[in-house]
C-alpha cells in the first residue's frame, strides 16, 4: 500500500516486501503464483444458508480476511455481486482510517463490504467462496506477508441470520476437518463499516502488476475463475469513486 509517514511496523514490513518482490524475476513470480492458484480447493458448501426473501432486494455482507485488496478484488470477480468496496470493521468512527487502523489498536480489520443480489448468489454460497479463494482461514491475526489484528480473519454478519449461518458454517467445517487446522475466524455482529480511502478502492483491478498484488492475490482471482467458474465473471464490478474537484 502507499507509504505514509505514521505507518505501523506491520505497514512498513508490507513496503520492504514491496521492494524485495521488485527484485523477482517474472518467472519467479509466475512459478510462486502457479503454486498457490494448485493448492486451492473448493471447501463442502454450507448445511444451512440464509432464507432468500425477494422484497428484501439486495442485501449486504462484511469479510475481513487480510489485505482487503486482495479480498475485494475477489467478490468484484463474482456473479451476482453489485458492489465490493474495502474499508475498516470492528472499531469506532474516528479511528477508520489506514494510517490509525496500522496501529493494530483500534480494532478495527480491513474488511470488505459485498452487496449482492439474494436472488443470484445466496450469502451461503459467499461464505464458500470467502472460506474456499479469499483466505486462509487457520492463520491467527495474520495473512501471508501482514500481521496483526487489523489482518484477522472475520465475518461481520448484517443481522442475526447472518450470524447463524457464518457460525454453523465454521462449526460444520471443523467438524469435517477441511482444512489441517482449526479455523480461527471469529463472528462479530454488530459492527459498524467504514469505507476506506478512494486510493484503496479498486486497486487489484487498477493495479495488476503491483508486486504485492501479483504474488499474493491475482492467485485468489484465479482460484476463483478455476474453482467456481459457474460464479466467475471476467469483468471486475468497481467502486465508483468521486472525481476531484478542479
Known amino acids: 500500500m502507499p507509504s505514509q509517514s505514521s505507518q505501523s511496523n506491520s505497514a512498513l514490513l508490507r513496503n520492504l516486501f514491496f521492494a524485495t518482490a521488485i527484485l523477482l524475476s ?6 510462486v503464483s502457479r503454486l498457490s492458484a494448485e493448492e486451492a480447493r473448493v471447501v463442502p458448501p454450507p448445511a444451512v444458508d440464509a432464507v432468500v426473501d ?6 449486504t455482507a462484511v469479510f475481513a480476511g487480510g489485505c482487503f485488496w486482495g479480498v475485494q478484488g475477489v467478490f468484484q470477480h463474482v456473479r451476482g455481486v453489485t458492489d465490493a468496496v474495502s474499508g475498516y470493521a470492528g472499531g469506532s468512527e474516528v479511528t477508520a482510517k489506514y494510517t490509525t487502523v496500522g496501529t493494530g489498536t483500534t480494532g478495527h480489520a480491513e474488511s470488505v463490504r459485498v452487496t449482492f443480489d439474494p436472488s443470484k448468489i445466496s450469502y451461503g454460497r459467499l461464505l464458500q467462496i470467502y472460506f474456499s479463494v479469499a483466505l486462509d482461514p487457520t492463520e491467527l491475526n495474520r495473512q501471508g506477508p501482514d ?31 477441511a482444512f489441517s487446522k482449526p479455523i ?4 462479530e455482529p454488530g459492527r459498524s463499516f467504514y469505507a476506506a480511502e478512494d486510493y484503496h478502492q479498486n486497486f487489484l483491478a487498477l493495479n495488476p502488476r503491483y508486486p504485492y498484488i501479483v504474488i499474493n ?25 468521486a472525481k476531484p474537484s478542479n
Open 147 to 177: 500481521n496483526g489484528t487489523q489482518y484477522r480473519s472475520t465475518i461481520f454478519p448484517a443481522n442475526s441470520e447472518q450470524a447463524k449461518v457464518a457460525s454453523a458454517y465454521i462449526g460444520q467445517l471443523n467438524a469435517a476437518h
Open 184 to 187: 480461527v475466524t471469529t463472528v
Open 54 to 59: 425477494q422484497k428484501r432486494g439486495l442485501e
Open 26 to 31: 517474472a518467472a519467479a513470480v509466475f512459478s
Open 217 to 241: 492475490d491475482l492467485p485468489k482471482v484465479e482460484n476463483l475463475k478455476r474453482l467456481f467458474p459457474k460464479d466467475f465473471r471476467a469483468d471486475p464490478v468497481l467502486v465508483a469513486i
